[in-house]
């Protein structure tokens, strides 16, 4: 569905000229129309008060070319949406109503023989001032003494009825949102409603995570839906991967006139392009999905060739879509880290309490043992003692995994707390004596910069824990000449970074998270030597406010 | 422990049933230690000590959760030491937020533990308590110690009398007990704790005996 209103009645034009004018009345009309006079007295001086009623209370626009496609005649609605009256209009070249990239397809639409009709088409007018009006054209041809004459009718898809339809379409969304769909179905109905109104091919909103990678993904239009998100999975295309998306992470919609040329020259895109092989598309829009400043995703339109670029009205329209899906996908997120809370308290409350009784009770064990004079090396002591080293794991395990469900975890308890307790249950875990050494004092850093620090320090003792094999790491943070500079290191069995297994150990992703907060990454390692992971970045402590307690 | 000294009596205060149970079976195996009762959350704590009061029943130090329903355990904790100055509160949690270690050291808790703590810590924070020193868990102190950091206004600024009276804060000393071992007024110690609070740019004497023990000035 490229154009039209699914909701109104397209059938008939309009009554007053969905039948051919007589030739004479022709003849009539286009003698008059030289003359500087209102369309209304023209009619009227006609002897034809109920067509003249006609044009000028008309609310679409209604023109008559000539051969050679100039106007004639265009009546009061014709001559707003233009911007020009009727006397300066006449004589003019119809396709210089329209923009220069879209002439083109105007002109493939004029009818060019008697009985011609032409279904209904979106196109932009642009006044003489450079205004804008996009309007859906429609055309028949006429014989007006004796010469190919073509009425042309505009109805105005701005202003007033825009509104409308953007109140529709949001009153629509907004349901949506309420009802119970997933926030995929909701994410395709927004994309629906853009295609549906607008010239676009196809729409699809895609919604990434914290390493811009596709998380979710709603669209509507696209030939091949599945197989176009897989392509686009497969080569996990991330936003800055996109023409453009230097500006979409500034906030910026992008408008890409030539898009599939570059598309199918990219090798990250090429493999999505060629999903889209059969469909008619040509240009493309992006419009960031925001919310509070950070990016959730894009909302990508196509448009079909002969549109490169949407009309201002459409940009709006989508630019509204987008901050709905945006709500939708917020909302979404604000649901499952709720649920996250919920069950870091419920575990807190259960697990977390029975297990510290559980140690409780283990020691009243150890202590009656030795208050029966039991030995303590006995099979039932060393059980015991196993038994107090497990609920003591459990216990560390627990609190990083509460930590890691609580949103605000890190921001309440600090980069070095989470840290600790990060080294702890690997500690307790993996059996390796773990080490965490940095300043006491809070760090001046932005919660956005901890998170991103934490999961590449827990990133790398993961790493340790599997693959290093050592005894020990130790993880330190200083500060010095304004650098922050993080070290995990091991004395495990180190590798070669050359060798190309380095993907395997999540260092690409590490590398990213780095890339993001703008600091640098080496890692060094070789066989049998373990391996330093360094991290750097410009870090300057402010002094701390006076209220804070000193 | 002599034969004739009374064992230290600790009431539970923790809305999870299961933590009583366990922190009870753990410390009726420490002989200088025995639980003289429990409850489920701060109003029940201060009905049941309250009620054990006429018999010469007070507990020596409450073992305090903070976060429980109805009454909590910081405004139990004030409740219990305004109340009862001669009952300690130890307060023993799942959160190390400074915010919530703040208000319970400033409600008068004489330790703060958490619940990954071993069996052990906890003994060792009653007895602390009853000899009238603050033990703290290793995370929570470091947590303060950065929000203690006061500008370096070095110790010596304090007069040698002042260094005296900040020694015996951090031993947890009243004014009043000041002013006896000082002899001197119990106004004139009052005005001495000002002074040294004044100099170090604190607020508390809880801070003032953090800082004293991070300073090494704990000895007069």
Redesign the interface.
């Known amino acids: 569905m490229r154009c039209g209103y699914p909701r109104e009645d397209r059938t008939g034009v309009s009554p007053a000229l969905g039948s051919p004018l007589s030739a004479e009345l022709s003849a009539e009309l286009s003698a008059e129309l030289s003359a500087e006079s209102s369309p209304l007295a023209d009619a009227a001086a006609l002897g034809l008060p109920a067509l003249a009623e006609v044009l000028a209370r008309d609310e679409d626009g209604i023109t008559v070319l000539d051969a050679g496609r100039r106007y004639v005649y265009a009546n009061p609605a014709a001559c707003q949406m233009l911007g020009q009256p009727v006397w300066q209009l006449h004589g003019l070249d119809f396709l210089a109503s329209f923009r220069r990239q879209e002439q083109a397809t105007v002109l493939g639409h004029l009818p060019t023989k008697l009985g011609d009709t032409t279904a209904p088409f979106a196109c932009v007018l642009v006044g003489p001032d450079g205004a804008e009006r996009e309007v859906e054209c429609s055309a028949f041809a006429i014989d007006m003494a004796g010469s190919l004459h073509c009425v042309a009718i505009f109805r105005d898809r701005t202003g007033d009825r825009a509104a409308a339809r953007t109140a529709a379409a949001l009153a629509q969304a907004t349901a949506q949102l309420v009802g119970a769909g997933t926030t995929e179905e909701i994410l395709v109905g927004i994309s629906r409603h853009a295609v549906d109104g607008t010239r676009a091919t196809a729409v699809g909103i895609v919604v990434v995570d914290d390493d811009h990678k596709l998380t979710i993904s709603g669209g509507y239009g696209f030939i091949d839906a599945p197989r176009s998100r897989q392509a686009w999975t497969a080569r996990s295309i991330g936003l800055t991967d996109l023409p453009g998306g230097d500006a979409l992470l500034a906030g910026r919609t992008v408008v890409l006139p030539n898009a599939r040329a570059a598309w199918e020259a990219s090798p990250v895109m090429a493999g999505f392009a060629a999903t889209l092989t059969g469909m008619d598309w040509q240009g493309a829009v992006y419009v960031p999905l925001s919310w509070e400043g950070q990016r959730l995703g894009v909302f990508g339109v196509y448009l079909p060739s002969g549109v490169p670029e949407p009309s201002e009205a459409e940009l709006a329209f989508y630019t509204v879509l987008a901050d709905q899906a945006a709500v939708a996908v917020t909302n979404a997120r604000l649901a499952a880290s709720l649920e996250r809370s919920r069950l870091a308290r419920e575990l807190?409350?259960s697990v977390?309490?029975?297990l510290?009784?559980?140690?409780?009770?283990?020691?009243?064990a150890q202590?009656?043992m030795v208050?029966a004079e039991l030995d303590q090396t006995s099979p039932l002591g060393s059980s015991i003692a196993q038994l107090a080293e497990l609920a003591?794991g459990a216990?560390?395990e627990m609190?990083v995994l509460i930590f890691e469900l609580r949103p605000d975890a890190l921001a309440?308890?600090g980069l070095?707390?989470a840290l600790?307790k990060q080294g702890d249950a690997l500690a307790a875990r993996e059996q390796v004596a773990i080490t965490v050494e940095g300043p006491?004092?809070?760090l001046d850093l932005a919660v956005g910069v901890e998170e991103h620090l934490y999961r590449i320090v827990s990133e790398a003792l993961h790493n340790i824990a599997k693959h290093a094999r050592g005894a020990g790491a130790t993880v330190r943070l200083t500060s010095d000449a304004g650098i922050l500079r993080v070290t995990v290191s091991d004395d495990g069995a180190g590798f070669d970074p050359e060798a190309g297994h380095a993907g395997h150990l999540g260092l690409s992703t590490m590398a990213e998270r780095a890339a993001t907060i703008g600091a640098d990454l080496t890692i060094d390692s070789a066989p049998g030597a373990g391996t330093t992971v360094t991290l750097s970045l410009p870090y300057h402590q402010r002094g701390?406010p006076a209220s804070?307690?000193? | 422990m002599g034969a004739d000294a009374r064992a230290i009596r600790v009431f539970l205060v923790d809305d999870?049933r299961?933590?009583r149970?366990?922190?009870a079976?753990?410390l009726?195996?420490?002989d200088d230690i025995e639980v003289i009762g429990e409850a489920g959350d701060g109003r029940q704590a201060l009905d049941r000590i309250a009620a054990g009061e006429p018999g010469g029943g007070l507990p020596d130090v409450v073992l305090m959760d903070l976060l429980m329903p109805g009454l909590d355990g910081i405004s139990a904790t004030r409740q219990i030491r305004t109340r009862w100055p001669s009952v300690e509160v130890v307060a023993l949690t799942?959160f190390?937020?400074e915010a919530k270690v703040?208000s319970a050291l400033e409600a008068g808790a004489a330790g703060y533990l958490l619940?990954?703590a071993?069996?052990?810590d906890?003994a060792q924070a009653i007895r602390a308590a009853v000899a009238g020193q603050m033990h703290l868990d290793d995370?929570v102190a470091?947590?303060l110690?950065?929000?203690?950091?006061?500008?370096r206004r070095p110790a010596d600024t304090l007069t040698p009398r002042e260094r005296e009276v900040l020694a015996l804060v951090a031993r947890g000393a009243s004014n009043r007990q000041i002013a006896e071992t000082l002899v001197v007024s119990e106004r004139t110690a009052r005005t001495h704790v000002s002074a040294i609070l004044a100099k170090l740019?604190?607020?508390s004497r809880t801070?003032a005996a953090l800082w004293a023990v991070r300073e090494g000035n704990t000895s007069a």
């Open positions: 807190h409350d977390s309490q029975a510290f009784s559980m140690t409780m009770h283990v020691r009243a202590l009656s208050k003591r216990l560390a609190r309440e308890e070095m707390t600790r006491e004092q809070g701390r804070d307690g000193r | 999870h299961i933590v149970s366990g922190v079976a753990y009726e195996q420490v799942s190390a937020e703040r619940k990954d071993d069996a052990d906890v995370g470091r947590l110690a950065d929000s203690l950091r006061a500008p740019d604190l607020v801070q």
